[in-house]
Each structure stands twice: as structure tokens, then as C-alpha cells.
């Protein structure tokens, strides 16, 4: 009987335990979470904060009961993994004031990610939050609800989500990036634009261009100080990315790939035996360029944890071939999604590319209630390979502009491979010219 | 200089006249319209006859004098053409009473289709009425707004639009369909079944497997009669089908296909030299089996006719690649997509198959707003390949969903292949494991 042992109780590891379960009933599995939930989801915090989402007990898929329950997997919650002997098979876990070792004959290593703390004077002090868990949400609650004046730092995929929020709970807040954009990391400046102005529209104070310094106070935050001003506020979200949580895969003997995270192969093996690395602590292979990148997204964590979690007993038969860095997120009603290479990651990387960005409509001309969508489109100018896409509109619809698009990117098609793509028309979901298709005609540039 | 004649102005015409304008601006294009409406969209005409779309005329992109003057593209409208001769490389056009020959170089026949009329008793009668052209528009809105009891023989799109659109006018009405199931084409049983639920709970008289054999009247139609009884009616729309507007082709000497329509290859050339095909008319190759089908949609007519125009007067620049027929309709709120082969389609191929019909909601099991959607999977057994989908459900992302599908399918997609898709997600838009991954994971049955 094999005894699998799984470190992290989020995405990734939720899924590798289930998986091991169902492909080897006579297994031993073992869930471990420092956290107090398990199968909970991150992604959601922004709503439970917000109030959209009642409780962030309600962003828990399983509790920990059910999930022993109903897949026979043992769970330890409010466990922290504090070392691990590889040559030994053994981990030491700790709970409560006491420790204990647990021996394993796979391990899966799912510990996620954890935000980045710049290291600035003052960002020790209280009153500075970081986001990871939806065990913090009460906490987070408390301080935000109690502000008056709030700073978000960073303009990414959190401090956007985080923005509609405040603006929600009548907060005033100011939002500072350090670059000259929103959602750096995801949107080329043009298509960032649109989301700026719509932000703007609705009372951000953004702060764009503005690296945040130091922060300022005694013992809670009372002053953000950039390089371009001071500002007082009473508490600071501080958003300026995450990183791969690798101390245990270290301590492990793992090797770290060259983005920080932890290096695998296809079948989620890191280079220790026995041992494998799934979802947000993992790098990821790149489906555009086959580069290794680390892009920590959910969808992936589960798949990963699928794969790592089956051939923990099912030696190699599941292979994960890649991410395109497909993601979403919304500012209330306006919708966000990109997925592939954009335009500046792609010129950065040697590409020559060409791009397209086009303002089309969600309907037909003649159907009432149509939204304006921007789509840009990105292709390698030498092969017309797309290479990836970006996607503003006010409609949900363009999450799945972008899926589409994903599909396309990961196949490797040509914009004329996009344009004569057999994709479907009524008048009341979509132009019987989609969107998409007209982005690839222009950016044909006359060739279609 | 080249003279192209571009017979039909609608979608494919228009595009097909369009795009030899833009290949080569010497060229003199000639577009001739047997109505008096161009560019125009027949698939809008259900919300014009019910108010939704205030004229008819609001279903055209461009007015025939737009055309002239943006496009520099000569067109004819309430001129049909009579004649062709395709060793002269004449047309013979009628407009009113006179009749007149026309020179062409290359000529592109896109006529589109027109509504298949069953010979069965009575069916000349008046008041039964087929929709084609939205010119018809006002016609048809006469003829409904003045009948107490209407029929709809046919539950295809038209049927299930119409039916829609019957309910919002507060006509009583009775569906007749004499398969056993609403849109045979376009869907399976069990998906249709939920389509059929949907129209029960709102009040259609469904009668299914109900084939109707006469119609009965003195001059008009006041009485349907089936296989299993008779109704009083007012009123009768016959949307039993479409069937490929051949007439002219077979003038011109084109060669027809299996399917009747006109078999072109991928250049949308017919069997007659100089003679192009395109939209409606034209057979399609199904990129799933590589048979010659006819799916007559207004997305192919479009692409079909760049192709067409293109190679006209640049010839063998571009070639189509074909369709998987995926197609797009509604009922209220209830949106209806697919793609591929039907299973039924599948078997009557011969493919041996596994399929998955599952349920899912379209956003984060925690947050407000979401819908349940039906989607259905179809996979060849021995490789796995995707070969079709249907999805169900209450959001308009449904049409999306069968779009990332069409993708897929065209590009060869296992269902392992659809299950590693990085697609998208945020809480907002898409469950962590999207309904299309789910119905993946279900049909590889505990392979993944």
C-alpha cells in the first residue's frame, strides 16, 4: 500500500489528493493544510471581503469533514509542514505545540504562493495587508471596514479586483503602481488604457507611474510616501505580486527552475525522487515558446494537481503540456481577459510581431442591448502565428472571447487559421462578423 | 480590366463583391440583388416580425447606394437574373419588363437558399406563409398580426425562434414537428429535450413527432391536419427547411454535389471554368469527416464569398477549409449552441462513441448570478477525438462555449487535449473547473 502525502490544502493539492484517491483506492492518502479550509478558493477573497459573498466560509468547495468523508482522505488542518527528509521519505509536521513525523512513499508538494513584501522602510508595520488566504478574511475585513483613507500598492490583478471593492464599501482609496499602466503583467498599455479611463470614470484615484517607497508611522501605517508625494491613509492593501512559496521543496532538495519556483517535468516530478510539485509553487512550461514561465492561476493548479496526484500511484500516466497564461478579472461590469504573449512580453522575448486592436460590438447591429468590445490580437509578423490576445468589454462574453482565443494560441494558428474558423452567429450573441474574426482581418492587413 | 458579376446580394454576395473591390481596384464588380435589400440578414428577420428590430430595413448593413458609393461596387437590386451563358460569359438580367445582357469575366453565383416547400395537399393555399428575405417582412407581420391561430410546421431554428416571437405577440400557436424532438439537425435528443421543456413551461403547444400531411381551406389555409389530427389554424409557417437556390448554377452548367447544392472546391470554384460559388448554394466540406455537407449559416456565406471575390480576381489566393457546423439559436433566454457531429449524426457516420451530458453552473459555486448550463461532449471512442457538442443554458456565454468547442473540434482535439486547455477563469465568469473541462473529465471515464 502506497502512502501518499500531500503538502497544501488549495487548489493543486486538493485536486492531487483526490486524484490519488480515485485512481488507487487501496492508497493511503494524507492532505495536509496549515490554514483552517481546505479545496477554498483565493480568487474569491475580493467578494467575501466586499460582501458579495456572505462568508469566505462559503469559498470552501469541501470543509474538511466532507472531504475525509466522501473521497476517504485523512485531512490535517491548522498543520504546518515544518520540515522534510527526502532520503528518509519523511515529513515533520506541526500542530498545535506539538510534532510529529509522517513517512510517505510519494509526496506531493502543493504549497501555493505568498505575497511578495517588498523590502521598504516601514513595510513591517501594522495596518500593511497582504491577501493570500480566505482564512484572512474576517481580519482583512476588520481593518478595511474601520478605514477611512485606504492606499492599494500595486495595479495588477488584485489591486483592480480590490478597487471595485473599495469603491463599494464608499472607501476612499488611492491606487499606486509602479509602472505607467494597470495589470502590467497581463495588458499591453493600449488595452490598459481602456481599463484606466473606466476606473478613472468611476473615482479611482490612480496613481500610475508612482512606486511606493516607504511607508510611514508609528507602529500602524499612517503614510505612504512615493517618489513623487505623501499620502496619508489609515490602512495599506499591498498587492505588488506573489511568489512561489518553495521553503519546503528546498528543505526537500528540489531544484528551483530559473523563474524562482520549483522545477518539474511534464508528469509534475520535481528532480527528487518521489517527490512532486503541483500548481502555484511550480514553474510551468509556456505553450507559445516553450520557455519556462511562472503564471500561479487556479485552472492550472487543478490540473497540475491532477497530474501530479495520479502519477504519485499511477507512475507517469498523466502529462501537463503547458499554460498559454490564459486569466480573466473584472472592474465591476467591465470585463478583463488576455491570454498568449502580449505585444510588450513578445517584443521582449525577440518577436517581431504585428498587432490589431479593434472596437467591436457583442450583437448584431440591429439587436438591442450590444456591448462595445475591444479585442487586440498579437501575431508573429514572419509566420502570422497568433501569439496571444487581449480582451476589455462590458459583457462576461469576453472571458470567453478569450478562451476561444486561448484554444486557438495553444494550437498554433495563424490569424488565417483564426479568421476561417467555424465559429457561430445569431444575432443576439454575437455580429455574424465576430469580433474575433474581425481582429484577425485587420490584422491581416489586407489579406483576408 | 476584369469584369466580376456577382449574382445575390446577401451575405456572401456582398462579401464576395467586397473583396474583389479591395483586391484589385481596377476591377469593375457588379452586384445583382433579386430584392431590393443588399447586405442584409435574413437570421434577424423573427425579431423584426416580432418588434424587437422596429424595421425591416434595420436588418441590412448597408443601403444599396452605401454600397455603390463607399465600395465604388455596381448594384443592381429588384433585378433577377433569368440566364447565364457560360461559353459567352453572358447573364441575362430582367428588372421590371426589360431584359438586358451582361458581359462578366468571372462570375460568382451566391443565391443563397430557399425555403423547401413539401408537396403535400393544400399547400399552395394562402396564408401559408415561409420566411426568406426580409423584404418579406412586412408580409409576413401583416399576415401574424391578424391571425387568431397560428401553426408553425417545423421545430428548427425558424420553428424555435418563431415560437419565441409568436408567444411575445400573445398569439396561440401549435408547433408541429414530426421528428420526435425540437432542432433534428442541430441537436440530440436529450439535449433537445431540455430545449422542450423550456418551450412547455412557456406555453407552446408542442407536438412532437407529429408530421403534418395537409392543409386545408378554401383559398386559405384554416385547417392543418397531421398523421394524428386536425387543427383549426388562421395562419400556417412553414419552416419544414431550406434547400440550396441551384437554378442558375444549374444554367451556368455547374456540377451539383451529393448534398444537391454546388460542389466547389476549396477555391470556391464550381466545375465551370470562371464560375465561383459561395454561401448558401455552395456544399461545404466538414472538417470532421471530410465529407461534403450542407450547413447553409450566415458565417460561412461570409468567409465563402471572400474567398470566392478573392480568388476572382486574384486567382487561388485563398481557400476555404471548410465548416464543423457550429450553429447558435434561443428561446427566450434559454440559448442553444453546437458544433460537430450530433451523436446521432456520429453513429449514422459510423463512429463508435462515448458522450457526456453534464450540468454546471456558469460562475464560482459562491458567487450570486450564476446559471446552470447543459453541456454535452462526444468523443470517438477508439481515439478520444472530440467530434461534437451541444450546450444548453440560460446565459448568451453559452454561444461562446460551443465557439472554444469549434475550435477544438476543428483542430483535432482529444478530450485529454480539451481537458489541458488553459482556459480562463475568475469567480465572476467561470466555475475554477469550467463546464467544458468538466464534461471532458466526465467523458474520460476516471482517465482523467
Known amino acids: 500500500m502506497v502512502r501518499v502525502v500531500v503538502v497544501g490544502g488549495g487548489a ?10 480515485r485512481l488507487d483506492p487501496s492508497a493511503e492518502v494524507l492532505l495536509i493544510e496549515r490554514g483552517s479550509m481546505i479545496t477554498h478558493a483565493p480568487c474569491g477573497m475580493p467578494y467575501a471581503i466586499g460582501g458579495i459573498v456572505k462568508s469566505h466560509e462559503e469559498l470552501m468547495t469541501y470543509t474538511p ?27 515533520v509536521v506541526k500542530k498545535g505545540g506539538s510534532e510529529e513525523k509522517i513517512p510517505w512513499d510519494k509526496l506531493v508538494i502543493a504549497t501555493g504562493a505568498k505575497p511578495l513584501v517588498p523590502r521598504i522602510p516601514g513595510v513591517e508595520l501594522k495596518g500593511i495587508l497582504t491577501m493570500r488566504h480566505p482564512d484572512e478574511v474576517p481580519h482583512l475585513k476588520g481593518h478595511i ?5 485606504v492606499a492599494i500598492v500595486g495595479g495588477g490583478y488584485i ?3 480590490m478597487a471595485e471593492v473599495l469603491l463599494e464599501l464608499g472607501k476612499r482609496f488611492l491606487l499606486f503602481e509602479m ?9 499591453d498599455p493600449d488595452v490598459a488604457g481602456i481599463v484606466a479611463e473606466e476606473m478613472k470614470t468611476r473615482g479611482v484615484e490612480l496613481h500610475l507611474g508612482e512606486k511606493v517607497v516607504e511607508f510611514r508611522g508609528v507602529e500602524h501605517v499612517n503614510k505612504v510616501v512615493t517618489e513623487k508625494g505623501e499620502y496619508q491613509v489609515d490602512e495599506v492593501i499591498l498587492a505588488v505580486g506573489v511568489r512561489p512559496d518553495v521553503d519546503l521543496a528546498v528543505r526537500a532538495g528540489a531544484k528551483l ?10 508528469y509534475m516530478e520535481t528532480t527528487v525522487p518521489d517527490v512532486y510539485a503541483a500548481g502555484d509553487v511550480a514553474e510551468k512550461v509556456h505553450r507559445v515558446t516553450g520557455r519556462r514561465v511562472w503564471i500561479p492561476l487556479a485552472p492550472t493548479a487543478n490540473k497540475e494537481g491532477q497530474v501530479a496526484g495520479g502519477n504519485a500511484v499511477r507512475n507517469r500516466i498523466l502529462k501537463f503540456p503547458g499554460v498559454v497564461g490564459t486569466a480573466v478579472t473584472k472592474f465591476y461590469n467591465l470585463y478583463i481577459a488576455r491570454t498568449g504573449l502580449s505585444e510588450k512580453d513578445a517584443a521582449q522575448l ?11 460590438r457583442t450583437k448584431a447591429h440591429y439587436m438591442p442591448g450590444a456591448e462595445t468590445v475591444h479585442v487586440k490580437l498579437i501575431a508573429e509578423e514572419s509566420t502570422g502565428r497568433i501569439l496571444g490576445g487581449q480582451i476589455v468589454g462590458k459583457s462576461p462574453v469576453v472571458a470567453s472571447y478569450a478562451d476561444i482565443l486561448a484554444v486557438a494560441v495553444q494550437s498554433g494558428y495563424t490569424v488565417s487559421d483564426l479568421f476561417f474558423s467555424d465559429i457561430g452567429y445569431m444575432p443576439d450573441t454575437a455580429p455574424v462578423w465576430h469580433p474575433l ?12
Do not use: C, H
Request: aromatic share 4%; charged share 30%; net charge positive.
Open 179 to 187: 509602472f505607467d499602466q494597470v495589470l502590467p503583467a497581463a495588458l
Open 350 to 360: 525577440g518577436f517581431k510581431t504585428q498587432s490589431a486592436l479593434i472596437k467591436a
Open 257 to 266: 527552475g530559473e523563474t524562482g519556483a520549483v522545477y518539474v517535468n511534464e
Open 65 to 91: 469533514e466532507e472531504f475525509e468523508k466522501e473521497r476517504n482522505i485523512k485531512v490535517m488542518i491548522n498543520t504546518e509542514v515544518v520540515d522534510v527528509d527526502a532520503d528518509k521519505k519523511v515529513v
Open 437 to 448: 474574426i474581425v481582429a484577425a482581418r485587420v490584422l491581416s492587413r489586407g489579406k483576408l
Open 159 to 161: 489591486g483592480v479586483e
Open 145 to 149: 471596514d474601520k478605514a477611512k483613507t
Open 12 to 21: 493543486a493539492g486538493a485536486s492531487a489528493a483526490a486524484r490519488a484517491r
